[in-house]
C-alpha cells in the first residue's frame, strides 16, 4: 500500500486539536535541538548593525564589509545538502555535535579577530558549522518526533525560534554594539554555544540509515560547488549589482553546475538526492512555498529599514523596536500555527498564509513621508510575519511528511537549502530597485509591489499544484 504524502495527511481534522503533551525528556530533547536553530538564526542579522563600528576596528574598506557576510552564507548554504546527507549515513547527532563544538570556536576566533583575515575565517567556520547543525539538528527533530501533533508542535516552535532569532538578532546587535562593542555580538554566540553543547550529548539518540551507501562524491562536489557559486553571485550582486565580471561568471557556472548535478543523479547508483523524491509534488511545491515566503519577506524587511531610517528618520534603536514588535507577534504565531494546520491541513495553511502575507505587504503601499506611516508599517509588517510564519512551518511539514526515517536529513537539507537561497535571493533580485531608485520612497513602493504579486501568484500555483498532486496519490 502506497503511503499517503498528501499535505493534509501531515495532521488530519480529526485528530485532537488540543496540545500535544510531552515528556521532560521531550521537553529538554526539543529545548536543545532548538536552541542550536535560534543560534544559528541570531548569527544570521546580528552583526548586520554592527558593521561600520567592525570595519574601523579591523581596518575594513566598506566594500569589504559585505564579506562579513558572504563570509558565512556562503559554506552555510554551499554545503547543506551535503552536511544533510552524511548525517543520514554516518549519525545525525555525531555531525550536529561536531558542528556546536565548531560554532562556538568559531564564534570565539571572530570576537578574539586580531585583523580582517582573521575575523573573516572566523565566519567561514561559523557558515561551516551552521551547515552541519541546520540540516541534522532538523532531521533529529523529525525523527523524534513521529509525524502528527507531536512533530506539528515540534516545528511550530522551532519554526518560531527560527523567525524570532533574526528579529532578536537585530535589535540585540544594537544594544550590545552600542554597550560593549562589536565583538560581544560574536560572544553572545560562542555563549549559546557553550550553554547548548554540554547538554546535547546525554538526550540526544544516534540516527542513521541502517545501510550505508558510498557518498555519491560528483553529485556532492557539483551541488556544493554550484549552491556555493550561486550564492556567492547573488551576494555580491546585492552590493554591487549583476553587472561585475565575477558576478556574472559566479551566477553562470552556479546555473551551469547545478543543472550538471541533476544529470549525475539520474546516473548515480546511490545519489545524493533522489530525483523522484523532488518529483514528488509535496517535495517539489513545498520548497516553492518556502523559497516565495523566505524570498520575499527578507526583501520587505531590507526595504523597509531603508524606509524607516531614511524617510521617517527614526534612528537604529527604533528601527529595532518595530521589528522586535515583529518579532513577539511571531512568537504568538508560532502557537497558533500547529493547531490551524490541525484543523485545516498543511496545504490549506501554507496557500492561506502566503495569501495573507501578499496581502498585507500590498497594504504597506500605502506608506508615505508622514510620521502616522510608521503606525502602519508596525502593524502590516507584524501581521504579514506571523503570516510568514504560518508559512515556514506549514511548508517544512509538507516537505518532510511521508519521507522515510532514512531520507529525513535529505529532506529537511532541502528545505534549509530553501530558506538560505531564499534569505539570499530576494534583496539582490528586488532590493536593488530600491537602492538604486532616485526616489527612495517611490523604489520601495515598487519593490513592494511586485514582491506582492510575486506571492499572490505563488500562493495560486501552489495550491493548484498541491492540489493535483493530491488527486494522482
Same mark, same amino acid.
Given at each position: ?211 550505508? /551507501?558510498? #557518498?555519491?562524491? =560528483? ?5 556544493? +560547488? @554550484?549552491? !556555493? ?5 547573488? %551576494? &555580491? ?38 530525483? /523522484?523524491? #523532488?518529483?514528488? =509534488? ?5 520548497? +516553492? @512555498?518556502? !523559497? ?5 519577506? %527578507? &526583501? ?50 501554507? +496557500? @492561506?498564509? !502566503? ?119
Amino acid at each position: 500500500m502506497a503511503i499517503d504524502t498528501t499535505p493534509e495527511s501531515t495532521t488530519s481534522v480529526g485528530e485532537p486539536l488540543g496540545t500535544p503533551r510531552l515528556s521532560t525528556r521531550d521537553r529538554l530533547v526539543l529545548f536543545v535541538l532548538c536552541a542550536a536553530q535560534f543560534m544559528v538564526a541570531l548569527d544570521f542579522s546580528v552583526l548586520n548593525v554592527a558593521l561600520p563600528e567592525l570595519g574601523t576596528d579591523l581596518g575594513m574598506s566598506r566594500s569589504a564589509l559585505q564579506w562579513a557576510v558572504t563570509a558565512f552564507a556562503l559554506p552555510s548554504g554551499g554545503f547543506l545538502l551535503l552536511f544533510g546527507r552524511i548525517g543520514d549515513l554516518y549519525g545525525r547527532r555525531k555531525l550536529f555535535l561536531s558542528g556546536l563544538a565548531l560554532f562556538g570556536a568559531a564564534s570565539l576566533l571572530a570576537t578574539l579577530a586580531w585583523d580582517p583575515a582573521s575575523f573573516l575565517a572566523g565566519r567561514a567556520l561559523q557558515g561551516l558549522a551552521a551547515a552541519a547543525i541546520v540540516p541534522t539538528g532538523m532531521s533529529l527533530l523529525t525523527t523524534t518526533f513521529p509525524e502528527g501533533p507531536a512533530r506539528d508542535r515540534a516545528l511550530g516552535i522551532s519554526g518560531t525560534l527560527l523567525s524570532l532569532g533574526f528579529t532578536v538578532g537585530m535589535v540585540a546587535g544594537g544594544l550590545l554594539t552600542d554597550a560593549f562593542g562589536w565583538r560581544s555580538t560574536m560572544a553572545l554566540l560562542s555563549v549559546f554555544a557553550l550553554i547548548v553543547l554540554p547538554l546535547a550529548p546525554g538526550l540526544l539518540p544516534e540516527s542513521r540509515t541502517s545501510n550505508r /551507501p558510498r #557518498l555519491d562524491v =560528483p553529485g556532492a562536489v557539483t551541488v556544493t +560547488v @554550484g549552491l !556555493l557559486s550561486l550564492i556567492y553571485a547573488l %551576494s &555580491t550582486a546585492a552590493d554591487h549589482g549583476f553587472g561585475r565580471t565575477d558576478v556574472i561568471t559566479a551566477l553562470i557556472a552556479g546555473l551551469f553546475l547545478l543543472t550538471a548535478f541533476t544529470v549525475v543523479e539520474s546516473r548515480s547508483a546511490a545519489p545524493l538526492v533522489s530525483l /523522484p523524491m #523532488l518529483r514528488r =509534488p509535496t517535495v517539489a511545491w513545498g520548497n +516553492v @512555498g518556502g !523559497l516565495v515566503t523566505f524570498s520575499m519577506m %527578507s &526583501t520587505v524587511i531590507f526595504v523597509l529599514t531603508l524606509y524607516l531610517q531614511e524617510i521617517l528618520r527614526l534612528s537604529a534603536f527604533e528601527t529595532g523596536l518595530v521589528f522586535g514588535f515583529q518579532g513577539v507577534l511571531s512568537a504568538v504565531a508560532g502557537t497558533l500555527a500547529p493547531k490551524v494546520i490541525g484543523r485545516f491541513g498543511a496545504r490549506r495553511t501554507l +496557500v @492561506g498564509s !502566503l495569501t495573507g502575507q501578499g496581502a498585507l505587504v500590498a497594504a504597506l503601499l500605502l506608506l508615505n513621508d508622514h510620521s502616522w506611516s510608521v503606525w502602519l508599517a508596525t502593524a502590516a509588517v507584524s501581521l504579514a510575519s506571523m503570516c510568514h510564519l504560518g508559512a515556514i512551518i506549514s511548508y517544512g511539514l509538507i516537505v518532510t511528511s511521508g519521507v522515510p526515517d532514512e531520507e529525513q536529513g535529505l529532506a529537511t537539507g532541502l528545505v534549509t537549502s530553501t530558506q538560505q537561497v531564499g534569505i539570499t535571493v530576494g534583496i539582490p533580485l528586488l532590493g536593488v530597485l530600491a537602492t538604486t531608485s532616485e526616489d527612495l520612497l517611490s523604489g520601495v513602493h515598487t519593490v513592494l509591489a511586485l514582491d506582492a504579486v510575486i506571492v499572490l501568484a505563488a500562493a495560486v500555483l501552489i495550491g493548484l499544484g498541491l492540489r493535483r498532486g493530491q488527486s494522482r496519490t
